[in-house]
């Protein structure tokens, strides 16, 4: 019987229908590799051992300088269409871990990370884009804030040394770097009898590889706050 069912499969895997099915297969898989990692990426076939195909392969690619598999794949073995009532049917199949390739694709560095719930890694991914992943710290961050005064109201274009936003986030980088995580806006209004806009600022400061300390971060703050009066801000 096993002589019978291996004979069988050697004249299948000679057959006519094995090799459109395989040219099939190979095809469109290489065609996702295409789409995903881009028309000019290095692709080689291995075979391979799978229990319900025949024959199997396994698909590398070449990425980041090495050959890595992707996917397993294969032609629906025979047995398994007919214990399926199936037997007029043929197909193939393939298997891919959506994490490993997610991994690949946005150069995250451990699986751990998918199932956080860190704000910080989930911010970083929007639908339809395919974008590097910025490592973060695990250290806590430091917060300071800054309110000052501008010249200019919340609705009315800057114009000469009037107060921009853009040049007070270039400067704060300029002084702390790449401690600063994040600056953001926490709170705005505009005086109803001078018709001065204020504004309050929260800087999130945060290393990369150790604890930052509150004297490091007020030295950086307070130069923050000398060069504010430069941008047309008078500090409250």
């Given at each position: 019987m096993e002589a019978a069912e291996n004979l069988l499969g050697e004249e299948w895997l000679k057959s006519p229908e094995c090799s459109m099915v395989e040219s099939d297969l190979k095809s469109t898989l290489e065609g996702l590799?295409?789409?995903?990692?881009?028309?000019?990426?290095?692709?080689?076939?291995?075979?391979?051992?799978?229990?319900?195909?025949?024959?199997?392969?396994?698909?590398?690619?070449?990425?980041n300088n090495e050959w890595m598999e992707v996917l397993g794949c294969g032609v629906i073995h025979e047995q398994v269409l007919n214990i399926s009532n199936r037997s007029d049917r043929r197909g193939w199949a393939f298997?891919?871990?959506?994490?490993?390739?997610?991994?690949?694709?946005?150069?995250?560095?451990?699986?751990?990370?998918?199932?956080?719930?860190?704000?910080?890694?989930?911010?970083?991914?929007?639908?339809?884009?395919i974008v590097e992943f910025r490592p973060y710290s695990k250290y806590p961050p430091v917060f300071k804030d800054i309110t000052f005064w501008t010249s200019n109201s919340d609705d009315i274009e800057p114009i000469g040394n009037e107060f921009v936003e853009n040049d007070f986030f270039d400067v704060v980088r300029s002084i702390a770097g790449d401690l600063v995580e994040k600056i953001q806006l926490i709170d705005s209004f505009t005086h109803p009898q001078t018709g001065r806009s204020s504004r309050c600022y929260r800087?999130?400061?945060?290393?990369?590889?150790?604890?930052?300390?509150?004297?490091?971060?007020?030295?950086l703050q307070f130069k923050i706050r000398d060069v504010c009066p430069s941008l047309g801000c008078e500090l409250r």
């Amino acid at each position: 019987m096993e002589a019978a069912e291996n004979l069988l499969g050697e004249e299948w895997l000679k057959s006519p229908e094995c090799s459109m099915v395989e040219s099939d297969l190979k095809s469109t898989l290489e065609g996702l590799m295409d789409h995903l990692f881009g028309p000019h990426t290095q692709k080689r076939w291995n075979v391979d051992f799978f229990p319900f195909t025949q024959p199997s392969f396994e698909l590398e690619i070449f990425h980041n300088n090495e050959w890595m598999e992707v996917l397993g794949c294969g032609v629906i073995h025979e047995q398994v269409l007919n214990i399926s009532n199936r037997s007029d049917r043929r197909g193939w199949a393939f298997g891919l871990g959506l994490e490993r390739l997610a991994m690949i694709l946005f150069k995250i560095p451990d699986i751990r990370l998918f199932w956080t719930t860190d704000e910080r890694f989930h911010s970083q991914f929007k639908d339809g884009s395919i974008v590097e992943f910025r490592p973060y710290s695990k250290y806590p961050p430091v917060f300071k804030d800054i309110t000052f005064w501008t010249s200019n109201s919340d609705d009315i274009e800057p114009i000469g040394n009037e107060f921009v936003e853009n040049d007070f986030f270039d400067v704060v980088r300029s002084i702390a770097g790449d401690l600063v995580e994040k600056i953001q806006l926490i709170d705005s209004f505009t005086h109803p009898q001078t018709g001065r806009s204020s504004r309050c600022y929260r800087i999130s400061y945060r290393s990369m590889d150790r604890s930052l300390t509150n004297e490091e971060i007020d030295a950086l703050q307070f130069k923050i706050r000398d060069v504010c009066p430069s941008l047309g801000c008078e500090l409250r």
